[in-house]
């Protein structure tokens, strides 16, 4: 579970008349990921493709682009369906021919319809301006000039060249024309280039420009009508081939790659070998296909099982079979194996096959999107499972939005394939679970305390839930609380990276696995037992030692007894005592000696120890943030009064009624009511305020995704995969290919 599937090198040899039998089985097995031949054995290259590989690889082209200009998409896929040769050279041409007629008919509409629109757009010009086209053009003794720009500019520097006598600007709109005497039509170009002057062609024609324009108007609805036309055809012809085109794409692609399969095999004149990984329970079945496929004709070794570094190292290397390269004999009609010791096809580390029960399955998504774990790392992926709803769920604590949350996931993941946007869907559905439970331990749905009301006070007979968010007065001790959790959390989360590291490092050796994170994890729990302990106590906060004393007490860092009020968990803890502390600075040296020794480029990150934890500060940051948006959408909505007074005002929502001061509600009497609430002030109010008891809340939910989802990614890919994970692994791709649209032939 938290180590990849273990995986066998295994070596397939055998006499090239059964080449193509044995890239058939192997194919169907869907389990070889194949090593390339990197030709570094004497008297073998790199295998050819089998014959017919490039037709294969032109129809597939076709197929594809024949599938991009329909626009054909799975969806378009139909039954599964046998596709034939004959198929792929008789129907596929008349499909290529019947598209790229309709496509060039598209295109050629396109390309009209954009230079109508271009006429329309330049003719609409001269209808605003409103002198007939004749009038524009073809003077003896006039220059005209038609266009948008400045009149006032235009007629200044038209007046001011020497080349004319006179001029005039005519301007309707946007629109002007520029006349110029005596004519000189390079003069007035020349004039013009320097004002605040677009000019526009004149069209030919004669008469009001508006009967051209019905006119280009009247071509454009007939373009329009033929694109439709064509449109309608080739779409129809999409529903009519789509099936084909998607079965004759897996067909040609199937061909194609186990017709090129040679290109990374060893080969001689007579024989071949092939190398590659297979989950190693895979073996004996691999074996026995490939001797019910060609029988005594191909040789099946193991070579190895065997653990790798990231470098591709062999470590814990246990031998099987297999050899230190392929031998020919004379006639070539087979390659064996000899010594039973090195690796045939160079040094590749095997491919990776994360090992997760189903239910962590889509944290598998996070992990990679970093990278795929190395073969000799342990996988992350169950440590997310655990921690990465907990965060979210701690940071958004509502039950309505984790069942929004919770409803969201199920709709992606029930209607998606597996692939990211279903891990996507698995993941909501876990942080909704999350959320609603720590949604119920605070009593609150949809920012609201009915919850609270109906079960742990109404049920219960509880003064309230068992843990609160800390944004009322009465339980601002809470914040304090969830601070100091959080840093706990970032502790323990830390601790377990920093775990995860000097196990993967053991591979190297116990010292290295020591210095280089043991020399962390001790700095670290050197200066957090510091941090909390009595030692130099006047220079640390109070609630440090309060949140979790017994009242009575006495607080190290003022001398006094601890009151009630300030303490949220009671545990006995008033600090670790000052010997505690001294011992933690020099657990915190001794730490900081070992890495100088391992690394000591790494020494200026010592301080790591305390700003990574300190970072996680940011769940109670998020946790009140998010509380304070709900509070405000429910205040504006139900308005809000007060019971107690000073440290022990409690807020309320007036959503059955708003009470009046001096009423008592929830057991106490109503001191103060701060807001009336649109629900409280007419049949308008109601309208405008369930519009923002709607919208609020949605965007509370969205930014739960982007504040919570967001802050929760930033611990594990920043705070916590930085402590182990290097995700340099190579994934798994067996040659193969599972069918979704062809039938078996």
Do not use: C
């Not at 607080?555 to 968990?569: D, F, S």
Request: cysteine-free; aromatic content about 10%; proline content about 4%.
């Amino acid at each position: 579970m938290l180590r990849p599937e273990r995986m066998s090198r295994v070596s397939v040899t055998g006499s090239k008349t059964v080449l193509t039998d044995v890239i058939e089985a192997v194919h169907d097995l869907d389990i070889l990921h194949i090593t390339e031949y990197d030709g570094s054995f004497e008297a073998f290259d790199p295998g050819n493709p089998i014959e017919g590989a490039d037709d294969a690889s032109d129809k597939l082209v076709t197929v594809r682009a024949l599938q991009s200009t329909l626009g054909v998409t799975p969806e378009d896929a139909g039954p599964t369906r046998l596709v034939t040769d004959e198929a792929l050279e008789d129907e596929l041409e008349e499909i290529r021919q019947e598209v790229n007629e309709l496509d060039d008919r598209r295109d050629a509409l396109g390309s009209d319809l954009r230079d109508a629109a271009e006429e329309i757009e330049r003719m609409e010009f001269f209808v605003e301006l409103g002198i007939d086209l004749d009038l524009l053009s073809g003077y003896d003794s006039l220059s005209v000039a038609v266009g948008n720009g400045d009149p006032d500019a235009v007629r200044e520097t038209l007046e001011a060249a020497e080349a004319f006598d006179e001029a005039d600007v005519f301007v309707e709109g946007s629109a002007l024309a520029a006349y110029a005497y005596p004519a000189d039509d390079e003069a007035i170009e020349d004039a013009l280039v320097g004002a605040d002057f677009a000019a526009v062609d004149v069209p030919e024609g004669e008469g009001d420009p508006t009967s051209y324009l019905e006119e280009l108007r009247h071509r454009r609805q007939q373009l329009e009508s033929r694109l439709s036309t064509v449109e309608n055809e080739l779409e129809e012809l999409k529903l009519d081939v789509a099936g084909f085109l998607l079965a004759a794409e897996e067909k040609l692609s199937i061909e194609v790659q186990k017709r090129e399969a040679p290109l990374t095999f060893a080969t001689t004149r007579n024989a071949f070998v092939a190398e590659g990984w297979i989950p190693t329970e895979e073996f004996d079945r691999f074996e026995s296909a490939l001797r019910d496929a060609v029988g005594e004709h191909v040789d099946v070794d193991e070579l190895e099982r065997a653990d790798y570094d990231e470098e591709g190292h062999p470590t814990n290397r246990e031998q099987v079979g297999g050899g230190d390269g392929p031998t020919a004999d004379e006639e070539g009609e087979q390659a064996v194996a000899t010594d039973g010791g090195s690796l045939a096809f160079g040094n590749d580390s095997p491919p990776i096959v994360q090992d997760n029960p189903t239910f962590a399955q889509p944290f598998e998504a996070f992990v990679t999107a970093v990278g795929v774990p190395n073969y000799d790392e342990l996988d992350p992926t169950v440590v997310l499972l655990l921690t990465f709803p907990a965060f979210f769920g701690l940071m958004i604590g509502d039950f309505g939005y984790g069942l929004l949350y919770l409803a969201i996931g199920a709709v992606i993941y029930r209607r998606n394939e597996p692939g990211g946007l279903r891990s996507m869907g698995g993941i909501a559905i876990w942080a909704g679970l999350f959320t609603m439970l720590f949604g119920f331990l605070y009593g609150e749905v949809f920012g609201t305390h009915q919850i609270t009301s109906l079960f742990w006070e109404g049920a219960l007979g509880m003064g309230g839930p068992p843990v609160h968010k800390g944004l009322q007065p009465a339980y601002s001790q809470y914040a304090l609380f969830w601070l100091v959790v959080s840093l706990l959390v970032g502790f323990v989360h830390l601790t377990m990276g920093y775990a995860i590291g000097f196990v993967d490092d053991l591979t190297h050796g116990l010292r290295e696995a020591t210095f280089e994170n043991g020399s962390w994890l001790a700095m670290m729990f050197g200066i957090w037992a510091a941090i909390f302990s009595k030692a130099a106590a006047g220079m640390k906060p109070d609630f440090i030692f309060e949140l979790f004393a017994s009242p009575g007490m006495t607080n190290p860092a003022t001398g006094e007894a601890i009151a009630e009020g300030a303490v949220v968990l009671e545990l006995g803890f008033n600090g670790l005592p000052t010997e505690v502390g001294l011992a933690g600075m020099a657990v915190f040296a001794i730490g900081f000696v070992m890495l100088a020794i391992a690394d000591p480029v790494e020494i200026v990150e010592f301080l790591d120890v305390l700003v990574n934890v300190l970072s996680y500060a940011r769940l109670a940051a998020v946790l009140l943030a998010k509380a304070g948006l709900a509070f405000v959408v429910n205040a504006l909505v139900f308005g809000w009064y007060i019971t107690g007074t000073g440290e022990h005002e409690v807020w309320h929502f007036g959503i059955t009624h708003m009470p009046e001061v001096g009423e008592m509600a929830h057991g106490h009497e109503v001191t103060a009511v701060e807001m009336g609430g649109l629900l409280h002030s007419g049949i308008a109010g109601l309208v405008g305020g369930f519009a923002i008891l709607v919208i609020g809340h949605v965007v509370v939910l969205v930014l739960g995704v982007t504040s919570a989802g967001l802050q929760a990614v930033r611990l594990e890919y920043v705070e916590f995969f930085g402590k182990f994970y290097e995700g340099n692994g190579k994934p798994y791709h067996p040659f193969g290919h599972e069918r979704e649209y062809t039938a078996e032939e």
